[in-house]
């Protein structure tokens, strides 16, 4: 199995950070910056960032990597594609993974607008250019950024992933049973959508009664980046509600 490169950041209850699809760990770190009270590890997956590239990158390979380098017991945060790896970890190995977050997860239970969307999306990437492609789709997630510096960063780390690993990953995104990996996860979830989300919060929740479920206002796709004074009492509430606050 291929080590991801991970990084830590703060000090207290362990916390694994999941991001999303062509991004890095980077794309994690205003997560980190309002829950310092933790242990936050963050993580590169596979193909991603300064982690390896493989010959495999479907979401349970990725989230298999992922628990390789994930401390014991911690509540696991994922964005986009990292909702999908956080909660195949989860159904994976239940006995280390003690909640998870999904910050406006990827794929699990599209309905039929978003699923066509995202169809259209892999189309696209069978026949045009990558990385101009992945600058218009990594603008196109924003409503409005208090930071632009971030989303220039944001952009120009999207762009650095391989195109290989650009479809290969959105492959993996797209092919993943998410209904199943969500019926079989036995640990509090909290799905934190978007206005135009994916996944309908009440289409997720009817999955399994462990699903708690909540939405942000004025945010586009990356909800850590503009809202995360609205994400973060939302995760706390969370926490405390499902006894996640202590080291037990």
């Not at 510096?149 to 999207?158: F, Q």
């Not at 799905?191 to 289409?203: E, Y």
Request: charged letters at 20%.
């Amino acid at each position: 199995m291929e080590k991801l490169f991970s990084t830590v950041r703060g000090a207290g209850r362990p916390m694994v950070l999941v991001h999303g699809w062509t991004c890095d760990h980077g794309a994690m770190e205003p997560v980190a910056d309002a829950f310092s009270d933790f242990e936050c590890h963050l993580v590169d997956l596979l193909g991603h960032g300064r982690s390896p590239k493989a010959d495999d990158y479907a979401i349970e390979r990725q989230a298999a990597a992922a628990l390789a380098v994930a401390p014991e017991r911690a509540v696991w945060i994922g964005h986009s594609m990292g909702g999908q790896v956080a909660l195949a970890a989860a159904a994976a190995a239940p006995e280390r993974v003690r909640a998870v977050v999904l910050l406006d997860p990827a794929r699990i239970a599209p309905h039929q607008k978003a699923a066509a969307f995202m169809a259209g999306i892999g189309a696209q990437l069978a026949r045009v250019d990558i990385p101009s492609m992945i600058e218009a789709f990594g603008r196109g997630q924003f409503v409005r950024a208090r930071d632009p510096g971030e989303v220039e960063r944001l952009v120009a780390t999207m762009k650095a992933t391989d195109p290989a690993v650009v479809r290969a990953a959105w492959h993996a995104v797209v092919s993943w049973d998410g209904v199943a990996a969500v019926g079989a996860v036995r640990c509090p979830v909290l799905l934190i959508a978007i206005d135009k989300a994916i996944n309908r919060p009440a289409d997720v929740a009817r999955l399994n009664d462990r699903v708690m479920t909540a939405q942000v206002a004025g945010s586009g796709h990356m909800v850590q980046f503009e809202v995360m004074d609205q994400v973060e009492p939302m995760i706390r509430r969370f926490l405390e509600i499902n006894d996640l606050l202590s080291h037990g």
